[in-house]
């Protein structure tokens, strides 16, 4: 059984930084791409960040700038340093990952529970 399990949200003023974390457990042989959405009050989640498994990353416009994503393989981690936020940034944080198990090799999509970024002064 695979989880993700996020943590580091909270609620922050208008301009601070927040960094949210992801971790990846289970009988895994291998993590393959790693990714960041969201989902706003009202709307559609939204890809934010993604990277790959040697470090290539994209931004969606909205952060690009502000957001970095990271991921540490050892610990089967990624991360999303938030700064400037502003209150638009106000959402659910989902980590989105594809994971390969020991007992099917294949990869295999997962999404964590998600982490609650609360941007108000």
């Known amino acids: 059984q695979v989880q993700l399990v996020e943590s580091g949200g909270g609620l922050v003023q208008p301009g601070r930084s927040l960094r949210l974390s992801c971790a990846a457990s289970?009988?895994?042989?291998?993590?393959?791409?790693m990714r960041w959405y969201r989902q706003a009050p009202g709307k559609q989640r939204e890809l934010v960040a993604i990277i790959t498994s040697d470090g290539s990353t994209n931004y969606s416009d909205s952060v690009k700038g502000r957001f970095t994503i990271s991921r540490d393989n050892a610990k089967k981690t990624v991360y999303l340093q938030m700064n400037s936020l502003k209150p638009e940034d106000t959402a659910d944080y989902y980590c989105?990952?594809?994971?390969?198990?020991?007992?099917?090799?294949?990869?295999?999509?997962?999404w964590g529970q998600g982490t609650r970024v609360t941007v108000s002064s």
């Open positions: 989105n990952a594809d994971i390969g198990t020991i007992a099917a090799r294949a990869l295999t999509n997962y």
């Open positions: 289970g009988s895994i042989s291998r993590v393959s791409v």
